[in-house]
T-cell receptor
Framework: GAVVSQHPSWVICKSGTSVKIECRSL??????MFWYRQFPKQSLMLMAT?????????EQGVEKDKFLINHASLTLSTLTVTSAHPEDSSFYIC?????????????????FGPGTRLTVL | AQSVAQPEDQVNVAEGNPLTVKCTYS??????LFWYVQYPNRGLQFLLK??????LVKGSYGFEAEFNKSQTSFHLKKPSALVSDSALYFC???????????FGAGTTVTVRA
């Protein structure tokens, strides 16, 4: 299978600060990555689609100036939560999309990172 | 629009008993269906998927799921549950010509010893 990592796994920050979360595909290239948000005991909600070399596509209701996404390379996407507030506290999960099928990978299949727990005090 | 319904918030079973987690879906065209498991403070772990072929799909950790096109269902099953199967389970769907996944609300499985 394919491996996706996230860093950090957890972060605690003060209100008003910005936090950057990294998502890396370790053994495949991902022109598209996805960022999800998950509240306790709830489902994953897609926040945005991150496209390598172009602007991210945000889902309705997600503030693009609040959640900055940069996909600078084929293996790295970053999500920056700007001026974080307690209501931004959540579990953020990224996934990477397979563009080149092979070695058991299916085109368009998504592999998920382990998640990042953000707590804003 | 595509959607997934997991009608049960919680499923409780005794260890050694069969486990079933229900999922129905709605999608335009051919569905690609997935089951994931999530342990506390962890990301999603892939269990199994249906793309095409046999309706009965076998996956990781002894889980299997049956695709039923007429009932638009993809229920997850395990013949003999373990305490370690206690977790949050998500069903997901996407259309064959799309890449966006839609997730169900999740079902918390508790297996008691």
């Amino acid at each position: 299978g394919a491996v996706v990592s996230q860093h950090p796994s957890w972060v605690i920050c003060k209100s008003g600060t910005s936090v950057k979360i990294e998502c890396r595909s370790l053994d495949f290239q991902a022109t598209t990555m996805f960022w999800y948000r998950q509240f306790p005991k709830q489902s994953l909600m897609l926040m945005a689609t991150s496209n390598e070399g172009s602007k991210a596509t945000y889902e309705q209701g997600v503030e693009k100036d609040k959640f900055l996404i940069n996909h600078a390379s084929l293996t790295l996407s970053t999500l920056t939560v700007t001026s974080a507030h307690p209501e931004d506290s959540s579990f953020y999960i990224c996934s990477a999309r397979v563009m080149s099928p092979g070695a058991g990978l299916t085109y368009n299949e998504q592999f998920f990172g382990p998640g990042t727990r953000l707590t804003v005090l | 629009a595509q959607s997934v319904a997991q009608p049960e918030d919680q499923v409780n079973v005794a260890e050694g008993n069969p486990l079933t987690v229900k999922c129905t879906y709605s999608v335009s065209g051919n569905p690609y269906l997935f089951w994931y498991v999530q342990y506390p403070n962890r990301g999603l772990q892939f269990l199994l998927k249906y793309i095409t072929g046999d309706n009965l799909v076998k996956g990781s950790y002894g889980f299997e799921a049956e695709f039923n096109k007429s009932q638009t269902s993809f229920h997850l099953k395990k013949p003999s549950a373990l305490v370690s199967d206690s977790a949050l389970y998500f069903c997901a769907v996407r259309a064959s010509n799309d890449y966006k996944l839609s997730f169900g609300a999740g079902t918390t499985v508790t297996v008691r010893a």
